[in-house]
């Protein structure tokens, strides 16, 4: 689809070929808009690549991606899994790197610079292998130690690891990145447009879906999501939007505070143990923020021990090892269900302990 990027602060607009994610005035984010109504086919025919009607037009490579399964709970057949764990790097990162590293390729880069909590550093160092790209990741103090070996190791990333936080890393990144010429990747308006395909997944394989329960760590899954959902609607897709569940640990949730209180986002130290939703400073914040109040859905916060409990019942049930970022979802569902009207699919983000 024909596009052209618009600065989120300053409203600046640039075309398709502008070489960047950041605005060059003011250094904001930037967000796709589509010269016409994205339209996606109704029913999936089993590709990720299926849904090319609602990406920006671009060079890709047709790696695999996506597509993954999506089964009902063995105890309450209201509840749904969208298990992103299927995905080249075990996490829903991919389906959002596989867009912006084939942008970086087109746009004749030759590295990309990338602040993680750790799933992104290994899908983005992931398809920049693929693509022949180099990768800098700036990974944050809470990342996984495990994930950020197995990086470096199969997927020739060079690693810097510093005492910042992600929001500290995404800084970092970007410095590097204007300093260097590299792509800055991460969360931003390729990434996100990506992530989209998730609900247009959920929505071409499930009828009668009334929520989708989404983790939140910088928020670009869940604006990506919302936005899918708004471009069914206009579409005639979809009746009606299901509602949206934002999840976040009660240990770090500015966003779930923003929302539910009524005000902008502000930056939260994180302390939870769910590394991946470790961002105390949502980029997609507000803009999410807005979207969800639209949408009807709502914002929470679970425990801990919450996330614990539900990561270990995946494990006894279905033999499946998913990270706590994703049993946020499924100790949502927990908490709300006496009060959730119809079927719900809580999102498996990923599944890199
Ligand atoms: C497994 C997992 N779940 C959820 C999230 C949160 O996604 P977002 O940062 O788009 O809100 C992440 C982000 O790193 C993640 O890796
Ligand atoms: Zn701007």
Redesign the pocket.
């Known amino acids: 689809m024909e596009y052209s990027l618009v600065c989120t602060n300053c409203g600046h607009a640039y075309d398709q070929f502008y070489k960047s994610q950041v605005c060059a005035r003011c250094g904001s984010f930037l967000e796709v808009v589509y010269k016409s109504e994205p339209k996606a086919p109704t029913a999936a025919r089993g590709s990720f690549w299926d849904f090319s009607g609602v990406l920006p037009e671009g060079k890709y490579r047709k790696y695999e991606v996506g597509m993954t399964k999506m089964f009902s709970d063995a105890g309450d057949d209201r509840l749904m899994y969208k298990l992103?764990t299927d995905n080249p790097t075990h996490?829903?990162?991919d389906r959002g790197s596989v867009i912006e590293v084939a942008k970086a390729k087109e746009y004749g880069f030759d590295e990309v610079a990338c602040a993680?909590?750790?799933?992104?550093a290994y899908s983005v160092a992931y398809y920049s292998k693929l693509y022949g790209i180099r990768s800098r990741i700036f990974v944050s103090r809470e990342a996984n130690k495990d994930k950020i070996e197995e990086i470096m190791s199969t997927h020739d990333a060079v690693i810097t690891r510093g005492k910042w936080d992600f929001t500290g890393a995404q800084k970092e990144a970007l410095k590097y990145a204007s300093k260097t010429g590299a792509f800055i990747t991460g969360?931003y308006c390729y990434r996100k447009e990506g992530?989209k395909t998730i609900a247009y997944e959920i929505i071409s394989s499930a009828k009668n879906v009334s929520n989708i329960i989404v983790?939140?760590?910088?928020?670009?899954?869940?604006s990506?999501t919302l936005k899918a959902l708004s471009e069914m609607e206009a579409a005639g897709a979809i009746k009606r939007q299901p509602k949206v569940i934002a999840v976040q640990s009660e240990r770090c949730n500015p966003f779930s505070k923003a929302f539910n209180y009524k005000g902008m986002v502000k930056y939260t130290v994180p302390s939870t143990s769910a590394d991946?939703?470790a961002?105390g400073y949502?980029t997609?914040g507000d803009m999410a923020a807005r979207q969800l109040r639209q949408n009807g859905g709502m914002a929470v916060s679970v425990s801990e021990a919450s996330m614990r409990r539900a990561q270990k019942r995946m494990k006894e049930y279905y033999g499946l090892t998913i990270?706590l970022?994703?049993a946020a979802t499924i100790a949502a569902y927990d908490s709300l269900k006496p009060r959730l009207k119809g079927n719900s699919v809580a999102i498996i983000?990923?599944g890199?302990v």
Not at 116 to 120: A, C, H, I, R
Request: proline residues 6%.
């Open positions: 992103e996490s829903f990162k993680s909590t750790g799933n992104m969360d992530q983790p939140v760590g910088n928020a670009t899954l869940l990506g991946a939703i961002v949502p997609f990270e970022a994703s983000s990923g890199n």
